[in-house]
């Protein structure tokens, strides 16, 4: 086949996901070529070692303001010339790949909006592999967008309340635009494929669309289980972001009695306020932490080998690369029992699944630090499942079958439009 890859991912577990399926196409003889906004990280894992890589710019609305009601019609217009030049962005891409006798388009996920609308504009088969819905629209990560503000009483109508009632009325119609579009993109592929049967739900939930699962997979022949002593360290792999839930699992270490285990992270994206507040945790905790930053492969598995447990609490994790390579270099993991890690690690087998809280995760560390015959057990019994059930062959063999049956799809020329009129007979009905 001859497929086109569209992508406008940051460094991380989606890029390497991606890579790796670039890698295993190429490598079964399928003609693969890739483009994507210069957003898109460039040197994690580039995909430019592998095949050709197209960067298409986008152009953007630019201007400042300091009178407050210029402000907001700025940043309307901004909200509103962003989507636009996505748009545009996705519309080059999708013509110069329509003329160039692909078989089928192969989308991943972008950082501004989950769902590119390049299908929209795709006069051939379209398929998409979502990591996950944009989060802010439909998590309370933290708290919901839709919520309305609180006024305190009698307050409503002075110069700031008003001011931030009609910011807050802004933001929220931008969001609604961004719900909207992407909603309308989603539909437009013909099919969507996800990592988990978690998110194949969370899709559902925001879109109202079926996806299909098509698992990822583990390079064993990079990860490898190289059987050398642990040390007496626990692990922890993700962007150093609140979404991460870095600091639970640093309350957690803190419950632990003298001496504690040091805390090493491994993130390619840090919120430096974010790094700054965990640090001051860890110090007010008495936990020795240490954050590393845009390490090498090479360095990231010595890593996996040498620690004792992999600490793992994301909130609402679609799927969660990190404990698979853990579990390929025989390292047992502690994870927070939610999100698509309930599909890879099973609790007493390749590891231990927990309550959400300091004390659970405290209990399962210690076990484990303590108890080196069952972390030993587990650490092989994830080196296994890795190597049987989560090998990157069969992960290739599942993307090659869907995009195959693809490509055999009749596309048609998609121009959808979202009538809100069919949404507001369902709530009356």
């Not at 890589?53 to 509103?80: C, D, F, G, I």
């Not at 064993?220 to 360290?233: D, M, N, S």
């Amino acid at each position: 086949m001859k497929i086109a890859v569209w992508h406008n991912l940051p460094s991380g577990g989606g890029k390497r996901a991606l890579y790796d399926q670039v890698q295993g196409l190429v490598a079964r003889g399928h003609s693969v070529e890739a483009w994507c906004p210069p957003s898109a990280d460039q040197t994690y894992l580039p995909l430019s070692r592998l095949i050709s890589e197209h960067v298409v710019p986008m152009q953007r609305y630019s201007k400042t303001a300091r009178n407050p009601l210029t402000r907001l019609q700025v940043l309307y217009r901004l909200t509103v010339s962003k989507l636009q030049a996505f748009q545009q962005h996705c519309q080059r891409c999708a013509d110069v790949i329509n003329r160039g006798g692909f078989d089928v388009v192969l989308a991943h996920s972008s950082m501004d909006y989950a769902v590119a609308p390049i299908a929209r504009y795709s006069l051939i088969p379209t398929v998409i592999y979502l990591q996950e819905p944009y989060r802010m629209l439909y998590e309370a990560t933290p708290v919901l967008p839709w919520v309305a503000p609180t006024v305190p009483p009698g307050a409503w109508h002075t110069p700031r309340q008003v001011k931030n009632l009609l910011f807050d009325f802004l933001a929220t119609q931008w969001l609604r635009i961004q719900a909207r579009e992407e909603l309308l993109s989603a539909q437009a592929f013909d099919l969507i494929l996800v990592n988990s049967l978690f998110s194949r739900e969370s899709v559902l939930r925001a879109y109202g669309l079926d996806a299909r699962v098509c698992y990822l997979g583990i390079d064993t022949r990079q990860f490898v289980y190289r059987r050398q002593p642990r040390e007496g360290f626990v692990i922890g792999v993700g962007a150093i972001t609140p979404r991460k839930n870095v600091r639970l699992v640093i309350e957690s270490i803190a419950q632990l009695h003298e001496p504690r285990p040091t805390l090493v992270w491994i993130g390619n994206t840090v919120a430096p306020t974010y790094l700054d507040e965990l640090k001051a945790l860890a110090q007010s905790g008495g936990v020795r932490f240490e954050s590393r930053t845009r390490i090498d492969d090479a360095t990231l598995i010595d890593l996996l080998n040498r620690a004792s447990v992999m600490a793992y609490a994301p909130r609402l994790e679609p799927f969660g690369y990190a404990p698979l390579e853990a579990n390929a270099c025989g390292l047992p993991v502690v994870a927070v029992a939610e999100g698509g890690v309930r599909e890879t690690i099973v609790d007493g087998v390749n590891g231990c699944l927990v309550e959400p809280d300091p004390q659970s995760m405290a209990a399962a560390i210690e076990r484990l630090m303590c108890d080196t015959t069952t972390a030993r057990r587990l650490g092989e019994n994830g080196h296994q499942l890795a190597v049987e059930k989560w090998p990157l062959s069969s992960a290739i063999d599942r993307l090659e079958s869907r995009l195959v049956a693809a490509s055999a799809i009749r596309p048609t020329l998609k121009r959808l439009t979202l009538d809100k009129t069919d949404y507001w007979k369902t709530w009356q009905d």
